[in-house]
């Protein structure tokens, strides 16, 4: 071992690896699984840089990561802690070396991984690599000068435009807009950056400093670009970060570069202290405790190859085009050959867009078609590893098929069911392998929806449901496990607090009002415009198959059933609660349905009484949070944070506000259950608070108590 090697391993401690190639000291950032930047890595990068620095026998840094990446990030358990080195001192120290340090970059480059990056004077990256400050989605930006390094390397517009979007781009796209240096083949990084760093020690360049890059020296530009920014960021409504991003971006264009540094930490600040910055990084954390089910750790799933969807209407189309991207075989069934073909065209159009856009190059949708096969005979099901059903929601048409199913297919093969509402257990009842049957509940449009319900019935095996969870996130997607009820985790609050709308229209809310109160509150849209959305029809098939399960000592609101019986199911028939064109576009309220609440409300003895916005809100989600505490009570969601998951990614509740258990921490817990309290006075049978609500709020504890 060299003296340097020597002086630097007793203070590496194991998470900085160390070795040195020639006159190159190879700095190797080593904390699986993404090499994030805990306190002790970063101490350890300090000693690693400042005895390289002050080697006679080094000439120049590389500084990579082990295993797949080069380094995902800060240490999200550190944040709003104080540690020391800073990240920011630690780039400033990175950027000062008057050795030339080469950034070595493959797999994630992200956040505080690109900011080191940038702080290395030159950088050189593998093709498959991404780079990205995505810090924005945290509700947080750049701390350690990435705000003031990436403009003026890249240009004020390319730097906002991943900042606030928080999108990542590829080595490939990093060169060509000069964040990057070099791109070289996977298996020669190192070798390459060493080479690198050889050639820059020969041709007396030394160090290149990104503080110095001239990207934004037309000032007049940049300014044009950061204002255009500004309304970009005033139209992610609610969040804080874009904004803040912005002004610091702005000041890289109008402070030397220490102040600008000064000012993007005080703008940092102002982000950590936010309560978006909480319940975002919750979010976060919550998804990736959802797709970590209990007790399937110690199950190997089988892999996955072929897959089989039944159906090829909407939701068959949408869940085979998710599985082609995954990259699996997709044989599509359809018992009509017209419904097939009409598939089939639709996946192609799908594909054929994003060629036009630029999504997918013409071979990869050649790629991808080339992997689906389309049949009408159940024979062809064989060789498929999983099946998903996709047909009807009628159980006696799902039960049928599954028996046909299971006599189609091999031995071992899943059968997945994709109901939003039927009990699984009743629909294997009859089959040789129950434990083979699983629910994976997909979202519409499936090939974009995130959230997938792995619903559980009681006869599943492990295998069964580690395969499904496994599928998921194969799809990219976030699993949640969901126990068996009618709707499971997220339908079933839907059908509450959808109601809690109903009622309050009952009791003179109107619908356009409740729609915007729920906008405003973050939500992209309101209910009865997502029932417009839907069809109307959809729920009023749900409403006829429940009626004799109703009961009857609760208020019944029939103004969506007086609706459907004139045939106007929304957007599809161009009325329903609003007017459309006909392109289905251009929402406008419906002059009629006053008559039709006036009728109702005389029926039911009903005068309307007035609803503040923030009336409405606290109403909606009373019965969200209530029936959310009664599906963790009951075993549906394996705890809170699952539920705050589902309506994150299936229901459009504002990700930063963290979920409506999340917020009714926020907002405590005793004053929903006194606001539920309150509106029981006067509808006791809806406004039944949760048993689990009220030994929290009695107790004084939260839900994020149940999370641990």
Not at 113 to 131: C, K, M, N, T, Y
Not at 238 to 254: N, R
Not at 379 to 407: P, T
Request: glycine share 8%; with cysteine.
């Amino acid at each position: 071992m060299s003296s340097f090697t020597q002086a630097t391993a007793a203070n590496s401690l194991q998470c900085v690896h160390i070795s040195r190639r020639d006159r190159i000291a190879v700095v190797e950032i080593s904390n699986p699984p993404v090499n994030a930047l805990s306190s002790p890595v970063k101490q350890a990068l300090a000693d690693a840089i400042d005895s390289a620095v002050n080697s006679s026998e080094i000439a120049a840094i590389v500084l990579t990561g082990a295993g797949k990446h080069f380094c995902g990030g800060a240490d999200i358990r550190e944040f709003g802690q104080v540690t020391g080195p800073s990240l920011s001192t630690l780039c400033t120290q990175i950027e000062n070396s008057t050795k030339p340090v080469i950034a070595a970059i493959k797999g994630s480059c992200l956040g505080g991984g690109l900011e080191l990056a940038l702080a290395a004077h030159f950088r050189i990256a593998v093709a498959p690599a991404q780079l990205g400050l995505p810090e924005v989605n945290l509700g947080l930006m750049p701390g350690a000068g990435g705000t003031q390094r990436l403009p003026r390397l890249v240009g004020a517009a390319r730097a906002l435009d991943m900042m606030v979007s928080g999108r990542s781009v590829k080595a490939s796209v990093a060169v060509q807009i000069g964040l990057i240096d070099r791109v070289c083949s996977d298996d020669v990084l190192q070798d390459a950056a060493v080479q690198f760093a050889n050639e820059i020690i020969q041709s007396g360049q030394c160090v290149r400093r990104s503080r110095d890059a001239l990207a934004m020296s037309d000032t007049d530009q940049s300014r044009v670009e950061i204002d255009q920014a500004k309304d970009i960021a005033l139209a992610k409504k609610g969040l804080v970060s874009p904004a803040k991003i912005v002004e610091a971006v702005q000041a890289s264009l109008e402070l030397p570069f220490e102040k600008g540094l000064i000012k993007e930490r005080e703008l940092f600040s102002e982000c950590l202290e936010s309560p978006q910055r909480s319940a975002l990084i919750h979010a976060f954390l919550a998804e990736k405790a959802a797709s970590k089910m209990p007790g399937l750790s110690v199950v190997l799933p089988t892999p996955l190859r072929t897959i089989a969807v039944i159906g090829a209407g909407t939701m068959g189309v949408g869940i085979s085009i998710a599985l082609l991207d995954a990259g699996y075989a997709v044989l599509l069934l359809d018992r009509e050959q017209a419904y097939l073909e009409r598939g089939l065209n639709a996946i192609a159009e799908s594909y054929r867009k994003q060629q036009e856009r630029n999504r997918i190059s013409a071979e990869v949708k050649a790629e991808r078609l080339a992997r689906l096969a389309c049949h009408i005979d159940y024979s062809a099901l064989h060789g498929a590893d999983l099946i998903i059903e996709a047909v009807f929601e009628d159980m006696a048409v799902k039960k049928e098929l599954l028996c046909q199913l299971e006599k189609a297919c091999k031995p071992d093969a899943i059968l997945a069911t994709n109901t939003s509402y039927l009990n699984i257990d009743e629909m294997s009842e009859g089959l040789d392998h129950p434990e083979r049957v699983i629910g994976i509940h997909f979202f519409s449009p499936a090939n974009l929806m995130k959230l997938v319900e792995v619903v559980v019935p009681e006869k599943a095996d492990q295998r069964t449901v580690a395969i499904a969870f496994q599928l998921a996130k194969s799809m990219k997607k976030t699993p949640v496990r969901a126990g068996m009820c009618d709707g499971f985790i997220g339908n079933r609050m839907l059908a509450v607090y959808r109601e809690a709308a109903e009622l309050m229209m009952l009791d003179g809310a109107s619908p356009y009002q409740i729609d915007e109160a729920v906008r405003e509150f973050g939500f992209p849209m309101g209910p009865f415009q997502v029932v417009d959305l839907a069809g109307g029809d959809i729920s009023w098939a749900t409403r006829k198959r429940k009626a004799s399960q109703r009961d009857p000592r609760l208020r019944y609101v029939s103004v969506a059933d007086k609706l459907c019986e004139r045939g106007w199911f929304g957007q599809k028939t161009g009325i329903g609660y609003y007017l459309y064109d006909k392109d289905g576009k251009n929402a406008r309220p419906n002059p009629e349905l006053e008559d039709v609440l006036s009728e109702v409300r005389a029926e039911a003895g009903i005068v309307p009484k007035h609803f503040t916005q923030q009336t409405i809100i606290d109403h909606y989600l009373a019965a969200m949070i209530n029936e959310g505490a009664n599906v963790v009570h009951q075993g549906i969601a394996l705890r809170p944070s699952d539920v705050d998951v589902t309506l994150l990614n299936g229901y459009g509740f504002p990700r930063y506000k963290g979920g409506p258990m999340w917020y009714a921490d926020s907002v405590g817990l005793e004053r929903v259950l006194a606001n539920i309290a309150r509106y029981a006075e006067t509808d006791p049978l809806f406004w039944k608070p949760s048993d689990l609500l009220v030994e929290l709020a009695n107790h004084g504890r939260s839900f994020s108590d149940l999370n641990r």
